[in-house]
T-cell receptor, first 112, second 115 residues
Framework: DAKTTQPPSMDCAEGRAANLPCNHS???????VYWYRQIHSQGPQYIIH???NNETNEMASLIITEDRKSSTLILPHATLRDTAVYYC?????????????FGQGTTLQVKP | NAGVTQTPKFQVLKTGQSMTLQCAQD?????MSWYRQDPGMGLRLIHY???????DQGEVPNGYNVSRSTTEDFPLRLLSAAPSQTSVYFC??????????????FGPGTRLTVL
């Protein structure tokens, strides 16, 4: 699996957009970009994933650069409940081991 | 759907005691796995299963046993607990047949302390 690099921490004002970057310069052509988050003391939660095109769901948007070497997770209107550690993970499709490599992630602190 | 459920939520053991952490999912997922998370660290894969009757080791399997007799359940057994096994344990599941991607669903965790 390709390695990812994320800033260790970020702050965001409540109600503003939170933009979380991720570098994955060694990503392979068939690997997807996944984002999970872990709110304190809870299990990780799937947010969104993408391959080439930008994606949007009810939780967030994912912007992947044209060369696919980096991506940005966007929480359009951050709330205090979005305070969590956000993990960017790159994986091939249909991996039998299912092993998710959670790096250190980005700790997002949403402030009132 | 209840999703992925884990019991108990909290457990305190003495060194040498045995116990089983329970994990169940009602999404008919073929793949299930166990992770442990230590303070300030990421999740590490202990064991996983790609279907009933099939299990395999992850990156930190020592001291843990698993079995998969049904699609729904994937218990994790500690035969002789050690203080080094003090951690938070998460169970996860995902569909495989007919799925092109790898979205996993996690349980709420079991917080284990071994004295």
């Amino acid at each position: 699996d390709a390695k990812t690099t994320q800033p260790p921490s970020m702050d965001c004002a409540e109600g503003r957009a939170a933009n979380l970057p991720c570098n994955h310069s060694t990503i392979s052509g068939n690997e997807y970009v996944y984002w999970y988050r872990q709110i304190h003391s809870q299990g990780p939660q799937y947010i969104i994933h993408g391959l080439k095109n930008n994606e949007t769901n009810e939780m967030a948007s994912l912007i992947i650069t044209e060369d696919r070497k980096s991506s940005t997770l966007i929480l359009p209107h951050a709330t205090l409940r979005d305070t969590a550690v956000y993990y960017c993970i790159v994986r091939p499709p249909r991996s039998n081991t299912g092993k998710l490599i959670f790096g250190q992630g980005t700790t997002l602190q949403v402030k009132p | 759907n209840a999703g992925v459920t884990q019991t108990p939520k909290f457990q305190v053991l003495k060194t040498g005691q045995s116990m089983t952490l329970q994990c169940a999912q009602d999404m008919n997922h073929e793949y299930m796995s166990w992770y442990r998370q230590d303070p300030g660290m990421g999740l590490r894969l202990i064991h996983y299963s790609v279907g009933a009757g099939i299990t395999d080791q992850g990156e930190v399997p020592n001291g843990y046993n698993v079995s998969r007799s049904t699609t729904e359940d994937f218990p994790l057994r500690l035969l002789s607990a050690a203080p080094s096994q003090t951690s938070v344990y998460f169970c996860a599941s995902k569909g495989t047949r007919g799925y092109s991607t790898d979205t996993q669903y996690f349980g709420p965790g079991t917080r284990l302390t071994v004295l």
